[in-house]
């Protein structure tokens, strides 16, 4: 088993560029995920206005496009990854966000759910701008401010589930599903230029002699705890998504509206829990540096199981908007402690393999939790899928850190 690598003292980015890189991908991959999360209230109300009709066939479409994307992105997240390791990661970052500009864009022309699915596959293969932007940011900052730095980098992240669902439900409101499409295109598309002209990377392509010593991204199993923390990637992913295709058919169980606010009142909801999140990813990422990631991971994962057996006790949106800000408080944690963990558990040679390697675990819960939680709401209703998560996060979760833990002894 090969034993945790000591911090480097410099990243490769010399100086101080290393600060104007993490400002210009910070808020790239804001305007990212804002353009993403446009689309999430109203996927199920969009699935509708494509054809389908019968309800009972609504989440169990929400459940295979939203999981289409992700199993199709888990495949190719290891190979984009170490073609990062080979050409740099910068260029990554920009497949991704150019590539999801076009894919989000053409999803407002559609006539049919049926090429709603394959629009989602396609994008599922082309973006991926999470997991690229971590790899780079991993290589650009001191390793001694990696958890700061990997926490402001998921505040944009949760900012952009915040800002993007709520906007995105005002626009649905006022110019529909279509051209909400588009406009998130669009925003992707600044991501995109924004990284193109001003973040820097000085990546040097490795030699084939390093390329060998590097291995294959098999050889990344052998670093103590590593794969364990791919485990719990899946398994805290999975328990997030399984209640993705259900969320917004129960608010609108418990929305005294009328059906014009659906989508409006979803999106708050979103933005609520992905604010929360942000307010956690920031004031925790540093804190983690100093105290520990798996102390943070023990308390947080725990508290989130809580937040979501409550879930499925709420009686109105009052209540369920207070169960998801404190879901968003007890989840923001968590993506940055266990990224900064895989930075601390392989050389900073192999990131771009590394977070593949991740992200693949995490599009495969993506792939797989609304998959099931759709046919488990499709037959139980949109109560009992929360008690799931929260159970499971508690049963399998914890014990898999406490894996992680032995291992790195």
Not at 55 to 66: D, K, N, Q, S, T
Not at 147 to 160: E, T
Not at 255 to 270: E, F, H, P, R
């Amino acid at each position: 088993m090969h034993t945790i690598p000591s911090p480097d003292p410099l990243p490769r980015a010399a100086g101080q560029s290393w600060r104007l890189t993490l400002a210009v991908v910070f808020v790239a991959q804001l305007l990212s995920i804002v353009g993403f999360a446009f689309t999430l209230p109203f996927i199920p109300f969009y699935i509708r206005e494509l054809g389908v009709t019968d309800e009972r066939l609504v989440p169990l479409w929400a459940g295979f496009i939203l999981a289409s994307s992700a199993l199709v992105m888990a495949f190719f997240s290891p190979l984009w990854g170490w073609l990062s390791d080979r050409y740099g990661r910068k260029i990554m970052v920009e497949r991704a966000m150019f590539g999801g500009a076009v894919i989000t864009f053409a999803m407002g022309l559609i006539d049919t759910v049926w090429q709603l699915l394959l629009l989602r596959m396609l994008s599922g293969a082309a973006t991926g701008t999470i997991s690229a932007s971590i790899a780079m940011i991993s290589t650009v900052v001191p390793r001694q401010n990696l958890g700061a730095s990997l926490g402001l980098l998921q505040v944009a992240v949760f900012l952009g589930m915040t800002l993007g669902p709520w906007i995105g439900g005002f626009l649905a409101e006022s110019i529909g599903y279509r051209s909400t499409f588009m406009t998130g295109g669009v925003i992707l598309l600044m991501g995109g230029l924004l990284v193109l002209g001003g973040a820097r990377e000085k990546f040097v392509r490795p030699s084939a002699e390093e390329l060998r010593k590097s291995g294959r991204l098999v050889s990344l199993l052998r670093y103590a705890g590593f794969p364990a923390l791919l485990a719990l990637f899946f398994v805290f992913e999975f328990t997030l998504d399984f209640v993705a295709p259900i969320l917004p058919l129960f608010i609108e169980t418990l929305c005294d509206t009328g059906g014009g606010g659906v989508a409006l009142t979803t999106g708050m909801l979103y933005a609520a829990s992905g604010g929360a999140a942000a307010l956690a990813a920031g004031g925790i990422g540093a804190l983690s540096d100093r105290i520990g990631y798996k102390r943070i991971l023990i308390f947080t994962l725990a508290l989130t199981a809580l937040s979501m057996i409550l879930h499925a006790l709420a009686a109105s949106i009052a209540q369920l908007a207070l169960l998801r800000v404190l879901y968003g408080l007890a989840a923001g944690a968590i993506l940055p402690a266990m990224n900064a963990l895989v930075g601390r558990l392989v050389p900073p040679d192999s990131y771009g393999k590394a977070y593949g390697l991740a992200a693949s675990m995490t599009c495969l819960g993506m792939a797989a939790g609304p998959f099931f939680g759709g046919i488990m709401a499709s037959g139980w209703g949109y109560r009992w899928p929360f008690v799931l998560v929260g159970a499971m996060i508690a049963l399998i979760a914890l014990p898999t850190l406490g894996a992680i833990r032995m291992r790195a002894r």
